[in-house]
């Protein structure tokens, strides 16, 4: 592994140091071997951290010369999470520690994909989610692999999560991004929406975090097989999304993954609305005209 410090130089962000180790790195295996990268770029120890409410932790100087990565003991997937995290702190010299010296990281912390206007805190921390999502599943090898499977799955997101040794959830939420089409995925615990993840052209989902999932939803149909993905099925879209009166409703599908543990993901994917033809549009609109003017 060729990589050094130097050839990071000047870049800044998650995507531009993601870039330049990926030039230096080009043949990255799978899963990427973090613990060597974090060797190559300074860090000189991984410790487990054992302070209770702390998910992860970086102690190193103000000009980065090296660092020590603590992160808590547990799954593999979740523990290479926070040390990719850890070491897009020590790599982005903008991030300043709460206290000299030392970056405490909790669960929510990782967990942070937006951040308040003007939270500096918040804003790094969803930089450092961003810089160890984009590491440890590299954006060539993520399309490379999704291009296997085109239509939307649950299945494939536990392929991902697999092969990229990483948490479901943060494959689930590279899935949604890169996927072309119009999906989401809820992830719930013991029955209630805990987050949802949206590709950009999916509409908002209307159920609150931290609330039930719908009772109708396919989450509270059939038993589902525990570890196993149900097959998807048709829901009504009013459900999960905000169905405009005036508008063809959409057709919107579920897939239910559910472990024995209580955590679940719920696929929702709309089915693309086919063009009308310009004749249909034209009656409907002179209906609309006429129905809204009063007129017969
Ligand atoms: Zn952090």
New binding site residues.
């Given amino acids: 592994m060729p990589i050094s410090r130097k050839d990071l130089a000047a870049a800044g962000s998650p995507e531009a140091l993601v870039k330049r180790i990926l030039q230096a790195e080009p043949n990255l295996p799978l899963p990427v071997p973090i613990q060597e990268l974090c060797a190559r770029l300074g860090i000189l120890r991984i410790e487990d951290l054992d302070t209770a409410g702390f998910e ?1 932790g970086l102690v190193t100087d103000a000009k980065r010369s090296e660092g020590t990565i603590l992160a808590k003991p547990g799954g593999e997937p979740r523990r290479r999470f926070t040390i990719a ?2 070491l897009g ?1 020590f790599l982005m010299a903008h991030h300043v520690p709460d206290q000299p010296g030392r ?1 405490m ?1 909790k669960n929510s ?2 967990l942070r994909v937006k951040a308040k206007e003007g939270d500096q805190r918040q804003r ?2 969803v930089e ?1 989610n961003r810089f160890a999502s984009l590491m440890l599943m590299p954006p060539h090898l993520l399309r490379e692999a999704m291009a296997a499977f085109p239509e939307p799955g649950l299945q494939h997101v536990l392929a991902l999560a697999r092969d990229f040794g990483v948490g479901k959830e943060t494959a689930a939420r590279a899935y949604v991004q890169y996927h072309p089409e119009r999906i989401a995925i809820v992830v719930a615990g013991n029955g209630r929406v805990q987050r949802c993840y949206r590709s950009l052209s999916f509409p908002d989902i209307t159920c609150a975090v931290g609330g039930p999932v719908p009772v109708h939803s396919l989450y509270h149909g059939d038993p589902h097989r525990p570890d196993i993905a149900s097959d998807i099925a048709a829901c009504s879209p009013d459900l999960w999304i905000d169905v405009k009166r005036d508008l063809r409703v959409p057709v919107l599908y579920e897939q239910v993954y559910r472990q024995q543990n209580g955590f679940a993901m719920i696929l929702l994917r709309l089915e693309p609305v086919p063009e009308e033809s310009a004749e249909e549009r034209r009656l409907e609109e002179g209906w609309r005209h006429r129905f809204h003017s009063g007129r017969r």
Wanted: with cysteine; proline share 0%.
């Fill in positions: 992860g995290h850890e702190h970056f990281c912390d990782l790094r921390e450092a």
